[in-house]
């Protein structure tokens, strides 16, 4: 209700002149600390209210219309999202990702992480993409199902679940302590599988486009404005005699019947 609240908000100061540029495009994050304030002094789930919240002031792309042009938004986005690289390249538990005790092995993970890109947001989102405005037709259905990065908010789900588990043992000796010993590695190889997956789809979409148009302009060859068999052909000129040849055979029997004279040659003249 915040998010859909503050939207109507927006597009009314808008409409009426009532806000600046500058004070527009600061909206989104004084909109996230107010959100993720409040549902922190309720005892909520802020991460999950943020999430909502942006969801509903964004529903219909108006502010992302507004500030695209905005350079302020770019950097603040630009800064967040190297920042959060950074945090997950320091947190990863790269050793934890072959471990027997916990029964993690890479080609388990990797089975795990093609299972939650197939299953995690492409059928919901296929399902559901005609309720959804800024979704046009299946195609880019499948494209918005497709890009589900997760990041941030998955490291911080699982920092929480692995605090309200109880502290494993070496080796865990329940299930709960399994669970609390195993979650972060299995969390961590889903993190860096998105960022490889979704961040080389892009640069790979776009090579297949090039490929693809290339191919269509090769197998376009230009096509010559005149027949192919004139290209074999003697030019003619204008008054000049067109001389047709025939073969010696039929030279030679002609030469018997006139009496050993030649008119193998046929001269026509050409007067235009």
Not at 101 to 114: E, F, H
Not at 237 to 255: C, H, M, Q, S, W
């Amino acid at each position: 209700m915040l998010g859909f609240g503050f939207r109507h908000l927006m597009k009314f100061c808008e409409a009426h002149n009532l806000i600046d540029r500058q004070s527009y495009v600061a909206q989104y994050i004084s909109l996230a600390l107010l959100t993720t304030g409040s549902c922190a002094l309720l005892g909520s789930d802020d991460l999950l209210a943020a999430f909502a919240c942006g969801t509903a002031f964004a529903w219909d792309g108006f502010f992302n219309k507004q500030t695209e042009a905005s350079v302020f938004s770019s950097v603040i986005d630009l800064l967040f999202n190297i920042a959060a690289f950074v945090y997950v390249g320091a947190w990863t538990p790269f050793d934890d990702f072959n471990d027997p005790a916990l029964s993690l092995t890479p080609w388990r993970l990797v089975v795990i992480a093609i299972l939650v890109l197939l299953l995690r947001r492409i059928p919901p989102v296929l399902a559901l993409y005609r309720w959804i405005p800024d979704i046009k037709n299946i195609r880019e259905a499948l494209f918005s199902g497709h890009f589900g990065p997760m990041g941030v908010g998955a490291i911080f789900i699982s920092t929480l679940a692995t605090r309200q588990l109880p502290p494993p043992h070496d080796p865990p000796e329940t299930q709960a302590e399994l669970l609390g010993a195993s979650i972060e590695p299995i969390v961590a190889f889903m993190v860096v599988t998105s960022i490889l997956i979704h961040g080389l789809s892009i640069p790979f979409f776009s090579l297949g486009r090039r490929v693809h148009t290339f191919s269509r302009t090769w197998s376009r060859r230009e096509t010559p404005a005149v027949p192919e068999w004139t290209t074999q052909t003697r030019p003619v000129l204008r008054g000049t005699d067109i001389v047709i040849n025939r073969d010696e055979a039929d030279r030679a029997e002609r030469t018997e019947v006139c009496g050993g004279r030649d008119h193998g040659d046929v001269r026509m003249q050409n007067g235009g």
